[in-house]
């Protein structure tokens, strides 16, 4: 069984790659070809160890991922089987494969979701996710600048980034920022809301990506309320999990108000139904995404590198 390094979907799987295994798993679960497992935690002695997966036939791979959160850093590892033969395929550190998918299914909202003529973008946090959403957002809008709001970024960061993403970056104070923004990002670890909703332009898309628990959230119930659409990945697991959602006060957040991604991906919701709709994409990340993208890297990885391998 071929183990698969973060460093070996580096040098093989690119943004691009990601985004087409995220479209074809998403359809594929919109159709109900596809099935998911939600998140599972565990707890002891500060050490929390989570799982969650997906069955996807059409690509012929069902998988789990599975990692620990100690002080906040997250360490983990995806198994993928076939479901042809139920035979193990490979093993994945799965860092890199986290980072990729869930900038991968931003980008495919905004796609779809972002008003015509948007040129900035606000990042709420400037780490490992919040830099890797700015790149691909970047590649795949016609975007003019990009405004961080990171008190924890270093000195340095906006010109890294601006390097990376070929748009002039610069550092702004939250209000500003989201005041400013075409399109915002909110890639923290806060337990509090950003920002002010009151703020946000009208037409302007959010994604909210921070979050994944129920206690903390990113977004308030000013912005919920404004806006006309909220988008999850998938309705079960975001609606325990994610606490923009769950503290949210229930006026402000109607069932009817919510829509899951794979409707957006297969055209079956027309989501932005004028030009000054405000849209949140919130995602929480999910097994589906996981065992797409490791189905997906597999194919081409077992190729180029098992021969090595085993010389």
Known sequence: MLHVTDAMIDRHVTAADAQAAMLEAFRSFGRGDAAMQERIRTEAGGVKLSTLGAVIPDQQVAGAKVYTTIAGQFSFVILLFSTVDGRPLA??????????????????????????????LALFGA?????????????????????????????????????????????????????????????SRST???????????????????????????????????????????????LREAGDLVLADKAVLPDSKIVELADVLLDTRQIRKHADDIVIYKSVGVGLEDVALAGAAWQRIAAAEAPSAAA
């Open 91 to 120: 093993s994945f550190d799965a860092g890199a494969i986290t980072r990729l998918r869930t900038a991968a299914c931003t980008v495919l909202a905004a796609q779809r979701l972002v008003r015509p003529g948007a040129q900035t």
């Open 127 to 187: 780490g490992t996710q919040g830099v890797q959403h700015a790149l691909q957002l970047c590649a795949a809008l016609p975007l003019a600048r990009v405004l961080i709001s990171d008190p924890y970024a270093d000195a340095g960061a906006a010109e890294r980034l601006a390097g990376q993403c070929g748009v002039p970056v610069e550092f702004c104070q939250p209000d500003q920022a989201a005041a400013a923004a075409d399109v915002i990002v909110t890639a």
């Open 192 to 238: 509090t809301p950003l920002f002010s909703g009151a703020l946000v332009k009208p037409g302007t898309f959010v994604a909210a990506i921070g979050s994944s628990l129920p206690h903390t959230r990113e977004l308030d119930d000013t912005l919920l309320s404004r806006a006309a659409t909220v988008v999850v990945e998938w309705r079960q697991q975001s």
